[in-house]
Nanobody, 123 residues
Framework: QVQLVESGGGLVQAGGSLRLSCAAS????????VGWFRQAPGKERELVAA????????NYQDSVKGRFAISRDNAKNTVSLQMNSLKPEDTAVYYC????????????????WGQGTQVTVSS
């Protein structure tokens, strides 16, 4: 069982930046693909960005391309989401999730989930 803990959420003004981090209890997260997802009130949980176990492949939701960047440091068992040029519509609870080996953009294909961290962007 992989335990994931998100941090870095908070309140920021539109146009500002936040950096979210996901820390894993596993000795190494290098064998896992990791995704960041978000869920706003009344909406379905959706992919924000995902990264393969090697870091060679990434996938971004169209609305965040050019603004967000996902990265990982397998030696430190962390995955980060740098969020720039934030917009009010980015407001949501952000979750990190992991699955063994292959990158996926499908929510239900991820097996391990963190508790979520709130991101609120004011206008």
């Amino acid at each position: 069982q992989v335990q994931l803990v998100e941090s870095g959420g908070g309140l920021v003004q539109a146009g500002g930046s936040l950096r979210l981090s996901c820390a894993a209890s596993e000795r190494t997260l290098s064998n896992y693909a990791v995704g960041w997802f978000r869920q706003a009130p009344g909406k379905e949980r959706e992919l924000v960005a995902a990264i393969s176990w090697s870091g060679e492949s990434t996938n971004y939701q169209d609305s965040v391309k050019g603004r967000f960047a996902i990265s990982r440091d397998n030696a430190k068992n962390t995955v980060s989401l740098q969020m720039n040029s934030l917009k009010p519509e980015d407001t949501a609870v952000y979750y990190c999730a992991a699955r063994w080996s292959l990158l996926s953009v499908i929510v239900y294909e991820y097996d391990y989930w963190g508790q979520g961290t709130q991101v609120t962007v004011s206008s």
